[in-house]
């Protein structure tokens, strides 16, 4: 399930540094096939306790975490929107992602010149998505006269349908605020989706802290105005903090070296693994487990499948062909310390073709082709 998110910001705001901590620590590509990747896409496993917790149960020859890609965008400045500086290629390659990750700067250090002259996360985050929303304003307004002359011959229902749509969406835009702050219904999104607008875009704030904020991160000085900015202008939205510079290293370091500085520093694990796990959130992703064999293995898949689906995601004849589904959850599992246990307490499940895959389950899949 091929879906990224593209990290963007503002020059000498560490979206680059952090880009390089992700593929220093990237997965190992020999496990995957397909494994040439564009230089600007970094993969990386997705951190997951319970996979050793299943192998100790169930012990496999090898463990196969799931994995998430991220995408460098280019650079932006001011004027992007109108083709400044890399402008076109950088709105163009967050079209191509499904989330975004938006970097903004929050330490202070002289020795690295801020573009703006100043550090202000309030305004790293302005005038990125004030330039995402005039693109997109651009979009619209440009479809906006088209349809609405196909609209009000009252002989095309998909053009009224979409014209709706357009007129909900074009005056948000003009005020400055993205899509995503607008309240759509299941046809509207359909319709919204097919518009490939900017500011639809699920994003995840990024802070990028200096080492000293690392142990707590929500302490850092400028962590409380960009949460306060944040749920007065883009609500729902998240940010974390992240020390990019320090990431960087830890990417580099082995396991020993590792453990060690994060002891030191008072951090239970990189915050590397919360970027990772909360862009995988954002896009509404879950795991589910196969166990046992030649390999445990964690599989993504999209909240709301069922089991069919998500049975088609290791192979199309698993769905094409499929049974059921012999399910356990993970904290079943975890419970009672074996199958045989799980088993014996009735908690092992038959599921059929409606069944809604849980994250966590852990699916050994019954077909016939």
């Avoid at 900015?229 to 320090?246: C, H, K, M, Q, R």
């Avoid at 694990?269 to 445990?296: H, Q």
Wanted: negative net charge.
């Amino acid at each position: 399930m091929a879906l990224t998110a593209g990290i963007v910001g503002l020059p000498n705001v560490g979206k680059s540094t952090l880009f390089n901590a992700i593929t220093k620590a990237g997965a190992e590509m020999a496990n995957y096939p397909f494994a040439t990747i564009d230089p600007n896409v970094g993969m990386v496993e997705v951190p997951d306790k319970r996979l050793a917790r299943i192998d100790e149960i169930i012990p496999a020859k090898k463990i196969v975490h799931t994995t998430f890609e991220f995408t460098d965008i280019a650079g932006i400045v001011k004027g992007a929107s109108k083709g400044e500086g890399l402008g076109n290629k950088f709105l163009e390659n967050i079209r191509q992602c499904d989330a975004i990750v938006h970097v903004v700067r929050a330490f202070d250090d002289d020795n690295i010149t801020h573009v703006s002259g100043k550090v202000d996360p309030i305004d790293d985050i302005n005038t990125i998505n004030l330039e995402l929303v005039l693109a997109d304003l651009e979009s619209i307004n440009k479809r906006y006269t088209r349809v609405e002359k196909v609209a009000k011959t009252g002989r095309d229902k998909d053009a009224q349908a979409e014209f709706a749509v357009l007129q909900k969406i074009k005056p948000v835009l003009e005020e400055g605020k993205p899509v995503r702050s607008i309240e759509f219904n299941d046809d509207e999104k359909k319709i919204v989706k097919g518009l490939f607008l900017l500011t639809s875009k699920p994003v995840l704030y990024v802070a990028n802290i200096g080492e000293e904020d690392m142990a707590d991160p929500d302490g850092n000085k400028y962590m409380p105005e960009i949460k306060k900015f944040l749920a007065e202008n883009d609500p729902g939205s998240e940010v974390i903090g992240v020390a990019a510079g320090t990431e960087e290293e830890i990417a580099e370091m082995d396991d020993d070296e590792k453990k060690e500085f994060l002891e030191m520093e008072g951090v239970e694990e990189p915050g590397l693994n919360r970027l990772i796990r909360a862009s995988y959130k954002l896009l509404g992703l879950e795991t589910f487990f196969t166990a046992g064999g030649k390999e445990t293995r964690a599989w993504t898949f999209r909240h709301g499948m069922k089991a069919p689906q998500v049975a088609g995601i290791i192979h199309s004849d698993f769905e094409r062909g499929f049974i059921r589904a012999e399910t356990v959850s993970f904290d079943d599992l975890d419970k009672y310390g074996s199958m045989q246990a799980v088993k014996e307490a009735g908690k092992m499940r038959l599921e059929g073709k409606d069944y809604v895959v849980q994250d966590g389950d852990i699916i050994e899949f019954r077909f016939n082709v």
